[in-house]
């Protein structure tokens, strides 16, 4: 679990501002939802035989001994909380959360025990356009926010019963081969063969180039389904790689499951994961409700997003001053400027003016505001502007009275 610090919550506030823009633009609502839920939410809700539910999640017994976790992932808590409050009775929810989530997993670059997700819910809608348009909104977020080397894989995970012949037949062929797979994928042959399509051996990944192909067991109503998203995505000009193998970590996903991915994220290269949950909603005690959502890792997206967005913002003023009543108008010209939307950063060195100029500089504001004890004894402001240096580097000086900020905050704001 990490520290985020100062330096890295600007560039993550820069995020977070640019995601809220785009889910208000797409009429979505926020819902927040508890860190701790009931463990047996998350072994219903997730699946019992998934790594996340086996070997990821932290539990504990409260003092009252019911078993809790720390939510390894947002959408059970998100369906959980949808049923509880019957929020279906006023139509198919649209929402976005973000926050915390807990994997007991091994750290590395881009994978912790604490990592934050934010992530977009359609519940309730059924149509192939809620794919899309879901799908859209993750694209168009993280092209915003200046990713531009991303690949986003789509693929059909069928219907319910589509997923169950393939899932014989699966089985069977992985049966016949058992010795030629790595250990972690013998033991997934009878509780979660699926999963083994996205295993990360090489020798096993080798081996399923031969294998059947759930593509081939689609219904025909699934597959004209996969076909229709492919041409939606088409006509909204994102590009997309079919890839069969890709079924996704959580159980309860069915037909459209999607990641994007990025080639500078080493091993650990998706951003984005999502899909289709048709079942969730009703395996949880609500009504039948088809959904669609997905979850974008923070922590891999301000990686990807570099240095530029993590670079700090500089205020619009700095303000300097020497002696005591040059220190209580400093005060209370500061807290008058920010209450004009001006950002303002006060100095507190009590240093030589030259060298409270020097920190000015550093902080990269725009203007100077200098009060010495002369200015202050007659009422006065000095007014230097840091970044349009004159040619013999002496900055433009303006002079103003404490009794008109008005024509100071024109200045300021020019
Ligand atoms: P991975 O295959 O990388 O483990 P996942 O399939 O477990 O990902 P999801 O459950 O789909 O991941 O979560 C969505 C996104 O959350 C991931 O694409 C990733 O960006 C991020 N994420 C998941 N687990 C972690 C983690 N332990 N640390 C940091 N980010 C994570
Ligand atoms: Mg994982």
Redesign the pocket.
């Known amino acids: 679990m990490v520290d985020l610090l100062p330096a890295q919550c600007q560039g993550w506030q820069k995020v977070e501002s640019i995601a809220l823009e785009h889910f208000s633009r797409a009429g979505l609502k926020e819902i927040r939802t508890p860190i701790i839920e009931q463990t047996e939410l998350f072994a219903r809700g997730i699946g019992e035989n998934t790594d996340?539910v086996g070997k990821e999640m932290y539990n504990f017994d409260d003092r009252g001994g019911r078993s809790c976790t720390l939510r390894p992932?947002g959408t059970a808590s998100v369906a959980r909380s949808i049923v509880q409050h019957g929020l279906l009775n006023n139509g198919p929810q649209r929402l976005w959360y973000g926050g915390p989530m807990f994997?007991y997993?091994r750290p590395q670059a881009?994978?912790?025990?604490q990592?934050h997700?934010i992530g977009v819910e359609f519940v309730g809608l059924a149509s192939v356009m809620s794919d899309a348009e879901v799908i859209s909104i993750a694209w168009d977020f993280l092209k915003d926010v200046g990713l531009n080397d991303l690949t986003l894989e789509i693929n059909s995970l069928g219907s319910n019963e589509d997923r169950s012949v393939f899932k014989q037949e699966l089985k069977d062929w992985l049966n016949q081969r058992f010795d030629l797979l790595d250990e972690d994928s013998q033991k997934r042959v009878d509780v979660n063969p699926l999963r083994i399509l996205d295993s990360k051996n090489n020798s096993t990944k080798e081996l399923l180039f031969e294998a059947p192909s759930l593509n081939d067991f689609l219904s025909n109503k699934s597959k004209t389904r996969f076909e229709y998203l492919q041409e939606l995505l088409n006509n909204l000009k994102i590009p997309y790689k079919i890839n069969n193998n890709l079924v996704?970590?959580?159980d309860y996903y069915s037909h459209t499951a999607f990641?994007i991915t990025s080639d500078h994220l080493g091993s650990?290269a998706?951003?984005?994961?999502g899909g289709r949950y048709d079942g969730l909603i009703s395996e949880l005690g609500g009504p039948k409700a088809p959904s669609i959502g997905w979850?974008?890792?923070m922590?891999?997206l301000i990686i990807l997003a570099g240095e530029k967005i993590l670079q700090s913002k500089s205020p619009d003023v700095y303000v300097i001053h020497r002696g005591e009543k040059a220190e209580q108008l400093a005060l209370t010209i500061t807290c008058q400027l920010r209450s004009f939307n001006l950002s303002i950063e006060l100095d507190y060195s009590g240093a030589s003016f030259s060298k409270q100029f020097k920190r000015a500089d550093k902080s990269r504001a725009k203007w100077a505001l200098v009060i010495g004890e002369d200015e202050a004894s007659k009422g006065q402001l000095l007014v230097k502007n840091l970044r349009n240096k004159q040619k013999n580097d002496e900055s433009k000086e303006y002079i103003f009275s404490k009794k008109d900020l008005h024509q100071l905050i024109k200045k300021l704001i020019d």
Do not use: D, P
């Open positions: 996340v992932e994997r997993e881009g994978r912790q025990r990592f997700q996704r970590g959580l990641e650990q998706t951003v984005c994961g979850a974008i890792g922590e891999r």
